[in-house]
Structures are given as structure tokens and as C-alpha cells.
């Protein structure tokens, strides 16, 4: 397991950019010491880096109440995430513990697919401790605090939510262990490169973008997925625009389904209720497993080198 690191925090007096995404010396210095997993380093947040924080909240809190699933709307209770003020994980973890056991891990940077996976399935969230410019709120194309804390973090109260995650996991988790019994490396590589790719698809039309009826069987439909719950123009959009597709959710759909982060999306699945959802990551197990996944349409994502060594190499231990 990755442990902690203790980068040693510089004075906040003569670092003017704070916690800022894409200027922050903190991580740049933490990235140049190879260290991923890190501590957060609160007193470094400027009070533009606040002030942020207050615009994205009080900007999304209306559209929550409007367009968020219950639980969500539940989970930001039970974290009493706060208007005025930037999280400290710590304290977000010490409200996580009980309810599902998962714990927020910051981080400096891209966690490799494998990694990233394999934390969902420890129950351990990898966030992102750096927050948008207070005058760039509409669209970021990496994730920052705001991104993780206040779109993913809530469902993580969820019991029945947060086993999805952690069952996730284990499906990227035995991909890597069928990869590694392949004998063959261009076939080996050619198969883990579909697998990323239908489980990247899921996790986009589920836990980034997902949509899901209010209850069981209701025509009204509510926003689970991350990406729009942090997003002040397109969790609306997804409900509410006749320019959005919004099926049922059909595995053979998904998995062969690409997409582009740069835009709105025009489509969207939506499942019928948490268990629904459960149920379809079983599924996907079992499609994995059955040699489903092993090629898939081509398109969007595309699979760096770094995500496909994370499947390749990784350490697989019985725990």
C-alpha cells in the first residue's frame, strides 16, 4: 500500500497561488519527488482558493436541491460539507468512516487506472486537493477538490453506493489477474486495452455522468454522476435539454459507447435504482470474465501507456 508522504509545506506568505490548479508549488514539488499519495496541506490554501470554493457552492447548492438524487442531497448532510470553506479530508474521512468505511486520500496527480481502481476497491478515494481559479469555474478538464469532494464524495455516504465502488474494483482487479495468465504479449496487450476501455465507458455513464429514476419505477429522473453534480450548466442540461439522449441502461450499449469530456454530453443512461446499478456491475463481471470486453468498439478513451502499465504490472495480492 502507498503510504502518506510528509512533503514539508513552504510558507504561505510567499506562495501566492495557493492551492490553484495547474499553480500550486506544493504539488509541482511533490510530483518531482515521485510522491503520489500525500498529506494535505491546508494552511496553503489562499483565500482565493476560499473564495472559489464559496462561488462553486453557492452557485451549485440550488441546482442540487433541483436535479440531485436523495442520497446525494443526504450525503452532503451527513458530511456537513461547508459553503465557506475549502474541506479538510480529515474531517470528511471522520464522517465517512462510519457510514461506509470509505476514506478520501489526497493525491498529487493522475492515479494510473489500475491504482485508481484498486484504491475504489480498498475503499479508498483518490482526491485531488488543488481547486480551480476563482475566475475559471464553468469547465476544468482535469478534476480539482470541488470536482471530487463536492460531485463524488456525498454518494460515498451511501452504503449501497459505495459496494458499487468497491465491486468496480474488483472487476478491474480480475482483469489484471486474467491478463497476467495470457502467455502471449500482443494478444495479452490487445486485451487489456479493450478491458480499460469498457470499464472506463462504465465508470464514465455511471459514476461521472450516470442519471437515475427518483425512485423505483418513476418517470422523474435524478443525477448521481459525478461530473454533473460539479458542474453548474450540465447537471440542467441532463434533465432538462431536448439535445440529450437518455436510455435505459444496456451494458452492450455502454461499453461499446464512446465519449468526449469537452462538451456537454448528448447521451445518457439511466438506471432504475442503486441496486439496479449493483447489478450491473455484476454483470460486467461476468461479461469480463466470459471474454465480453476483449473488443470492444474502437473510439474514445484512448489508453495512454501509463493506464495499460498499471494493468500489465500490477501487484496482485490476495487481499
Given at each position: ?68 438524487h436523495p442520497r446525494f442531497l ?196 439511466v438506471v432504475d435504482s442503486f ?45
Open positions: 500500500m502507498n503510504q502518506t508522504a510528509t512533503i514539508e509545506a513552504p510558507d504561505s506568505s510567499n506562495t501566492t497561488s495557493g492551492l490553484t490548479t495547474t499553480n500550486a508549488p506544493f504539488i509541482e514539488t511533490a510530483q518531482e519527488r515521485g510522491e503520489l499519495f500525500i498529506a494535505q496541506p491546508y494552511d496553503l490554501y489562499s483565500e482565493d482558493n476560499q473564495e472559489a470554493w464559496r462561488r462553486l457552492y453557492a452557485r451549485l447548492l440550488p441546482r442540487w436541491r433541483s436535479y440531485a443526504e450525503g452532503v448532510e451527513n458530511l456537513a460539507l461547508s459553503a465557506e470553506a475549502v474541506p479538510r479530508l480529515e474531517d470528511i474521512n471522520r464522517f465517512l468512516a462510519p457510514l461506509s468505511g470509505f476514506e478520501a486520500k489526497a493525491v498529487s496527480g493522475y492515479v494510473p487506472a489500475y491504482l485508481f481502481f484498486d484504491c475504489l476497491r480498498r475503499r479508498e478515494f483518490p482526491t485531488t486537493i488543488t481547486i480551480r481559479d476563482k475566475n475559471s469555474l464553468d469547465y476544468l478538464p482535469e478534476p480539482d477538490i470541488f470536482h471530487d469532494v463536492a460531485g463524488h464524495v456525498p454518494m460515498h455516504t451511501d452504503r449501497q453506493f459505495s459496494d458499487v465502488l468497491v465491486r468496480f474494483g474488483e472487476v478491474a482487479r480480475q482483469a489484471a489477474f486474467r491478463a497476467k495468465a495470457m502467455p502471449v504479449r500482443e494478444e495479452r496487450i490487445r486485451v487489456v486495452e479493450s478491458n480499460i476501455k469498457a470499464l472506463a465507458r462504465f465508470f464514465w455513464f455511471t459514476v461521472e455522468f450516470g442519471l437515475m429514476r427518483k425512485s423505483p419505477g418513476s418517470e422523474e429522473l435524478r443525477v448521481y454522476g459525478s461530473g454533473l453534480l460539479s458542474s453548474f450548466g450540465e447537471i440542467e442540461h441532463a434533465i432538462e435539454s431536448s439535445r440529450v439522449q437518455r436510455f435505459p441502461f444496456q451494458l452492450e450499449w455502454v461499453i461499446n459507447q464512446y465519449f468526449e469530456i469537452d462538451h456537454y454530453q448528448p447521451l445518457l443512461f441496486a439496479d446499478l449493483f447489478a450491473q456491475v455484476e454483470r460486467l463481471e461476468r461479461w469480463l470474465v466470459d471474454g465480453k470486453l476483449d473488443s470492444v468498439s474502437p473510439g474514445e478513451p484512448a489508453i495512454n501507456e501509463e493506464d495499460l502499465r498499471s494493468f500489465l504490472n500490477a501487484s496482485i495480492t490476495e487481499s
